[in-house]
């Protein structure tokens, strides 16, 4: 990866929304960090270069495979989350690596993981380092959360319950396969802890992480639990992610399980400060927008993940207008399946932005959103202690440099702001180049740090391998099927007496 001097460019967009774009600049880096930048005088020769700040993925869980690969195209959050299961663990480093190098290649280079999906097959803490060595090797900073659930493992309600519920023949295979075999909450803090331990071990592998807390959300956790989190996140400083109203069975379950609000309960435990990023909040009612905004909270907001679980339309206007602090998360589930990250803004936009003549989210506000609350997210509060999602000396040197003639490719006029072109139709395959941290991670729209395509290549092969060694997999798999079509009876009844 080597590190660029300077960077010349036909147009610089150093604050998307906030600062017009200039002509003809050069931008000056020193290390990680930019370090000047001057108008140049003359047009750099050869093809037309914009630079614009790199954008930051809110909620993301390093996820390889897609969702239609899986064969899970079309479920609803409930019954899909049980198709992400219906592969072998195998090695986590090629699974982070290649989904790092995706998102990477799309402009993404502050990403966060919520780990929900442990390879196994090795030490927790191992495979942790595993998927802090792809950060480093495809040169982004994570956020990484270690996922933690202790109770409802199959859905809304306990275990028993949910198996009750599906035909006879299910009982048996699910009970084994998802039934929840929780850790305590301390083994689930000490945990944390040891990755911390081996990360501050390892200076090269600590600089691409921030390390967080993951609880999975209220109903896959158990109050013991999210207290223990709370007060840990407290002492020790570290973040916390956690998705919370994804789903409209979601905000039933919660107004029969908390009358007194679920927003209100977390606020209760503590758990509600400027250290907590919330994935979700579609179903979140103004009252508890309100609440989360004093608190200081972040909300990823997963426009693409919503629309492709069948999970509805997040408030962003209410959580602007209240004040939310809203950052942009891509959860795996891009509406290309691709990880575009620019075409997440522009649909992020196009669906919240208002109708008719109404503006409820203005260009800064989308800036914020795409690029710099994210951030924050991944990185924690102290990001704040840098300029962030901005190109500006002594910001760290994060940058997207776009094949300009490609994307303006039939100018008329010279008054047409860069931002129109770019909101309208730029994508990720426009991008030349990647810059994080100084170095260059994405070179002619290839990642640098590792060889991709040999990496996905090996991935396939073992996972193919290891699908055709029997016939389990296959079975399992028929059985997810059938399993999306009990979840599909039990939510439409939605009868949440006795289940909490
Ligand atoms: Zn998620």
């Given at each position: 990866m080597a590190a660029p001097i300077s960077i010349d460019c036909a147009?610089?967009?150093?604050?998307?929304?906030t600062a017009p774009a200039l002509a003809n600049m050069r931008i000056g880096l020193s290390g990680a960090q930019v370090a000047s930048i001057e108008p140049l005088t003359y047009a750099p020769s050869g093809p037309r270069h914009l630079v614009l700040p790199a954008l930051a993925n809110a909620h993301d869980h390093a996820?390889?495979?897609r969702s239609a690969t899986l064969g899970a195209f079309g479920q609803p959050l409930e019954s899909w989350l049980h198709f992400l299961g219906v592969l072998p663990g195998v090695d986590p480093y090629l699974c982070a690596a290649t989904s790092f190098a995706r998102s990477v290649r799309h402009g993404v280079t502050d990403l966060m993981v919520h780990y929900t999906r442990v390879q196994g097959g090795m030490r927790y803490v191992e495979e942790a380092l595993a998927v802090a060595r792809a950060a480093r090797d495809v040169g982004i900073h994570i956020g990484f959360a270690v996922a933690m659930r202790d109770r409802n493992g199959i859905g809304l309600c306990n275990d028993s319950e949910m198996l009750a519920g599906l035909r006879p023949t299910l009982r048996e295979p699910v009970s084994q396969r998802l039934s929840v075999r929780p850790l305590t909450p301390a083994e689930y803090l000490s945990q944390v802890d040891a990755v911390a331990q081996a990360l501050a071990d390892d200076s090269g592998l600590a600089s691409h992480v921030t390390l967080q807390y993951g609880p999975a959300g209220v109903q896959w956790c158990s109050r013991p639990l999210l207290e223990a989190v709370a007060e840990a996140s407290h002492r020790s400083g570290r973040p916390v992610h956690m998705h919370l109203l994804e789903t409209r069975y979601q905000r039933e379950w919660a107004d029969h399980a908390h009358p007194q609000g679920i927003v209100t309960y977390l606020d209760s435990l503590g758990l509600l400060s400027p250290r907590l990023t919330l994935a979700h909040?579609?179903?979140?009612r103004a009252g508890e927008l309100a609440l989360l905004a004093e608190r200081g909270v972040t909300i990823a907001v997963n426009t693409s993940s919503n629309l492709g679980l069948k999970s509805g339309i997040a408030p962003l206007p209410t959580m602007l207008e209240l004040g939310c602090r809203v950052s942009m998360g891509l959860d795996g589930m891009a509406f290309n399946e691709d990880d575009d990250a620019l075409h997440e803004m522009r649909l992020a936009y196009s669906l919240h932005r208002g109708w008719g003549f109404e503006q409820h989210m203005s260009r800064s506000q989308l800036w914020a959103f795409a690029a710099q609350h994210g951030r924050r997210s991944v990185r924690g509060p102290a990001a704040e202690a840098l300029p962030c999602g901005v190109i500006a000396p002594g910001a760290t040197a994060d940058m997207i440099v776009m094949d300009w003639d490609a994307v303006d490719a039939?100018?008329?006029?010279?008054?047409?702001?860069?931002l129109d072109l770019l909101l309208a139709r730029a994508t990720g395959l426009h991008i030349s180049q990647v810059v994080a941290s100084g170095r260059t991670v994405v070179d002619s729209g290839r990642?640098?740090?590792?060889?991709e395509s040999v990496l996905k290549a090996e991935l396939l092969a073992r996972v193919r391998s290891a699908l055709s060694s029997g016939s389990e997999w296959a079975t399992w798999r028929r059985q997810v099927s059938e399993l999306g079509e009990d979840l599909g009876s039990f939510y439409r009844r939605s009868n949440w007496a006795g289940c909490c």
């Open positions: 147009w610089l967009m150093a604050e998307p929304g996820r390889t495979f909040c579609t179903w979140a039939d100018p008329l006029f010279d008054d047409v702001d860069p990642v640098t740090g590792i060889d």
